[in-house]
């Protein structure tokens, strides 16, 4: 069963109007996966946006020698984002390290509601931007040698 709106605490919701997020939880299926699955793979369209509801994953990007860990993320993160929007592949992994619960929305009718809401975007730039700032500050790292820590990413929920 779907918690209410008010529970409903994600980087995406956060920066919605309820009626738009309403019309979104509308839309979800939760899935919970134990520890160890591949929910999201690199170069495989998954079809869905992807919500963190509980638990905790790693999003990896697949290199020669196996794969590259990028960061930890909880609740509240919003997975697939790009891929939906852009009509991309994904490209990057992520595998659940606990139990984990995810809300799926379909990429279709998340777009729909996109196409209709178009005061979307504005939260989806805040998202992405968020995610390249992310990748950014780790390109950075590398470029100067220094150790790079895993950061966990959540909603300030």
């Keep these: 069963m779907k918690s209410d709106l008010g529970q409903r605490c994600n980087e995406l919701y956060d920066a919605l109007p309820p009626e738009i997020r309403q019309k979104l939880i509308a839309h979800e299926t939760e899935t919970t996966f134990p520890a160890g699955t591949l929910i999201i793979k690199a170069g495989v369209q998954s079809g869905n946006l992807i919500i963190i509801t ?49 809300a799926m929305i379909p990429e279709k009718e998340f777009i729909h509601i996109l196409h209709q809401h178009p005061q979307m975007y504005g939260a989806i730039a805040r998202v992405l931007s968020t995610d390249l700032k992310m990748a950014d500050k780790l390109l950075r790292q590398l470029a100067h040698g220094t150790s790079v820590k895993r950061k966990l990413l959540a909603a300030s929920c």
């Design 54 to 102: 509980s638990g905790l994953v790693e999003i990896s990007l697949p290199v020669a020698q196996g794969a590259f860990s990028l960061v930890l993320a909880r609740t509240g993160k919003v997975l697939g984002l790009r891929s939906v929007v852009a009509g991309d592949l994904p490209d990057t992994d992520v595998t659940t390290l606990e139990a984990s619960t995810v």
